[in-house]
């Protein structure tokens, strides 16, 4: 779109669509499923997507969620918002429904609401069955954000029969419509990994090669979860931290005189490579590049939290749970080395370069 000025903040779908592309303009008919108008000229297609304006405003509030609709609140009172250029999934989502598009105004990034949606927006804001709407969709999304936290990675009849379990089907949320709104929703957050077959929390390395392993598995039954924990889970988007990741982490901070929060991140992002089955050597590497033993027994204290942690770390290979409970509740073992000690042939952790048993495992 053109540059605005400060007094040109008020325009009408019309308007602005007459500063979009082609291109963009059938994005939008595509969105609204607007059959028999693909061969039109822009000025022809304009008037059809003007027209049919109710048409793709009714489309949006069926697939909005709470994020969504709070930032179009915010466009509607004074016509655009602020909206930096980093956010152009976001931006790109707006467009694509016809509901805002990105501008310069006053030298800034900014999305301008075309003035026809506005005042539908802010009576959608007080409107009972749009709320429900917004709310409705907002759990279902939470509740995948879950269950993908959960699992890692299902298939789409996977998924669907989980949140029917979990009572999220609906007359209005069935079908190729929870497909649309998941996906939609990705479209404008880029939250999840998406094929035609399969959905992926993006922290899964390999999504086939998980979906293979979990397969072989069929003796171990999917961890229970009430739709209740999975919205919490889904808002707080990681796991809860375990007893033993506590004291680990405790531990770092006194031993090592670590900040707590460079602890937490270089947890993170192991427990993520414990739940990408990384092996228990692998693991090991990738935390004791930050930390420098005084001995061996400092090298051996700490190879035993990690164990700790990993065999308390629910696992997407063992369908939510962590190897402890495997091994309390089924006759199954755990998936892979990371659940054990160094092998007395593994290079010792603590960086020497000799084999544990002559070194840390004497």
């Known amino acids: 779109m053109r540059t605005m000025t400060t007094h040109e903040?008020?325009?009408?779908?019309?308007?602005?669509?007459?500063?979009?592309?082609?291109?963009?303009?059938?994005?939008?008919?595509?969105?609204?499923?607007?059959?028999?108008?693909?061969?039109?000229?822009?000025?022809?297609?304009?008037?059809?997507?003007?027209?049919?304006?109710?048409?793709?405003?009714?489309?949006?509030?069926?697939?909005?969620?709470?994020?969504?609709?709070?930032?179009?609140?915010?466009?509607?009172?004074?016509?655009?918002?602020?909206?930096?250029?980093?956010?152009?999934?976001?931006?790109?989502?707006?467009?694509?429904?016809?509901?805002?598009?990105?501008?310069?105004?006053?030298?800034?990034?900014?999305?301008?609401?075309?003035?026809?949606y506005r005042s539908r927006i802010l009576e959608a804001a007080q409107d009972l069955d749009a709320q429900r709407i917004i709310k409705e969709n907002d759990e279902l999304i939470f509740v995948t954000k879950g269950l993908l936290e959960t699992f890692g990675v299902l298939r789409w009849t996977e998924l669907y029969e989980k949140l029917e379990a979990l009572g999220?089907?609906?007359?209005?949320?069935?079908?190729?419509?929870?497909?649309?709104?998941?996906?939609?929703?990705?479209?404008?957050?880029?939250?999840?990994?998406?094929?035609?077959?399969?959905?992926?929390?993006?922290?899964?390395?390999?999504p086939e090669e998980m979906l293979a392993g979990i397969d072989t598995r069929p003796s171990i039954h999917p961890v229970e979860a009430t739709k209740e924990q999975l919205l919490e889970l889904g808002k707080r988007g990681e796991l809860a931290k375990t007893k033993e990741y506590e004291r680990f982490e405790k531990y770092l901070m006194k031993t090592f005189r670590v900040a707590k929060e460079?602890?937490?991140?270089?947890?993170?992002?192991?427990?993520?490579?414990?739940?990408?089955?990384?092996?228990?050597?692998?693991?090991?590497?990738?935390?004791?590049?930050?930390?420098?033993?005084?001995?061996?027994?400092?090298?051996?204290?700490?190879?035993?939290?990690?164990?700790?942690?990993?065999?308390?770390?629910?696992?997407?290979?063992?369908?939510?749970?962590?190897p402890n409970d495997i091994s309390r509740n089924e006759p199954v073992a755990a998936a892979t080395p990371v659940t054990k000690a160094v092998g007395r042939n593994e290079p010792c952790p603590c960086g020497s370069g000799k084999k544990y048993k002559k070194c840390c495992g004497k």
């Open 168 to 206: 999220m089907i609906s007359a209005r949320l069935q079908g190729s419509t929870v497909t649309k709104l998941i996906n939609e929703f990705n479209d404008f957050e880029d939250y999840f990994e998406v094929t035609d077959k399969w959905i992926s929390d993006l922290m899964v390395d390999e």
């Open 262 to 322: 460079d602890v937490q991140d270089l947890l993170g992002l192991t427990v993520i490579d414990i739940r990408n089955e990384l092996t228990f050597h692998e693991v090991i590497q990738n935390l004791v590049e930050s930390f420098e033993f005084s001995s061996k027994a400092e090298a051996a204290e700490f190879t035993s939290y990690v164990t700790k942690l990993a065999n308390s770390t629910p696992r997407w290979l063992l369908k939510g749970h962590a």
């Open 9 to 116: 903040m008020d325009f009408t779908l019309n308007e602005i669509l007459a500063t979009v592309t082609k291109y963009d303009l059938d994005k939008i008919r595509k969105f609204a499923d607007i059959k028999g108008v693909s061969k039109l000229n822009k000025p022809k297609l304009i008037e059809v997507l003007v027209d049919e304006q109710q048409l793709l405003f009714d489309g949006a509030m069926q697939l909005m969620d709470r994020v969504r609709f709070d930032e179009l609140k915010r466009m509607a009172k004074s016509g655009y918002m602020e909206y930096a250029q980093a956010n152009r999934l976001r931006i790109s989502w707006y467009m694509k429904t016809s509901l805002a598009f990105p501008s310069i105004h006053e030298g800034k990034q900014v999305v301008v609401m075309p003035s026809e």
